[in-house]
């Protein structure tokens, strides 16, 4: 069965393989991997990205949602990616990644609700007590975003190739009560589809 969360504008739906071409434009672009270790930053990383992604879709019991962000209207585009992955986190809890095509940074409000979506499928769908995240110090949009959820700040061991950078990993979680009583559940109401 094929994963979908609605949203006003858009789709997050498990991915398939006609994805992979606007998934690997916005993978290659330098924008996208200034905050990745430079291992990361390989030509053919996206696409062995999306045949995990996929590999996930198909597990049983499923504990990963890595999911394709598309535009409900035409033309349909691939915008990004966003899950919650359970595996490795602690009972009850899920990091949250949400990963824009550089051309959709800071406009519109997209990140705000797609991870408002993935948060109500966290929390209600999911059952889940704590969502986490993480990020460098440096993106700025990221600290925001959380921000803007009620998340607290987190002590976290910041990884060698950040140091070198000048930078630091900030781990972030939101838990349940955090959010029910967040402005932006109240603003909006919790209602994405799953």
């Not at 990745?36 to 019991?61: C, K, N, S, Y």
């Not at 504990?63 to 899950?83: D, E, F, M, T, W």
């Not at 595996?87 to 408002?116: C, D, F, H």
């Amino acid at each position: 069965m094929t994963m979908e969360i609605q949203t006003e504008r858009f789709l997050l739906r498990d991915f398939v393989d006609g994805d992979i071409a606007q998934f690997e434009a916005y993978h290659n672009d330098p924008r996208s991997q200034e905050f990745h270790d430079a291992g990361e930053a390989r030509p053919e990383r996206p696409r062995e990205l999306v045949t995990r992604f996929q590999a996930w879709a198909a597990e049983q019991p499923r504990r990963n949602y890595q999911l394709a962000i598309v535009q409900r209207k035409s033309p349909h585009a691939l915008i990004g990616c966003a899950g919650l992955r359970e595996v490795n986190a602690p009972s009850g809890s899920a990091e949250l990644g949400v990963e824009l095509a550089p051309w959709y940074w800071g406009r519109y409000g997209y990140a705000i609700e797609v991870t408002r979506a993935l948060v109500e499928f966290g929390f209600g769908i999911l059952d889940l007590r704590k969502i986490g995240g993480r990020t460098v110090s440096a993106n700025s949009r990221i600290a925001r975003l959380a921000d803007a959820f009620g998340a607290t700040a987190v002590a976290s061991r910041t990884p060698e190739w950040m140091v070198i950078k000048g930078w630091t990993e900030i781990e972030w979680q939101l838990t349940r009560e955090q959010w029910e009583g967040g402005r932006l559940a109240k603003r909006y109401g919790r209602r994405a589809n799953a």
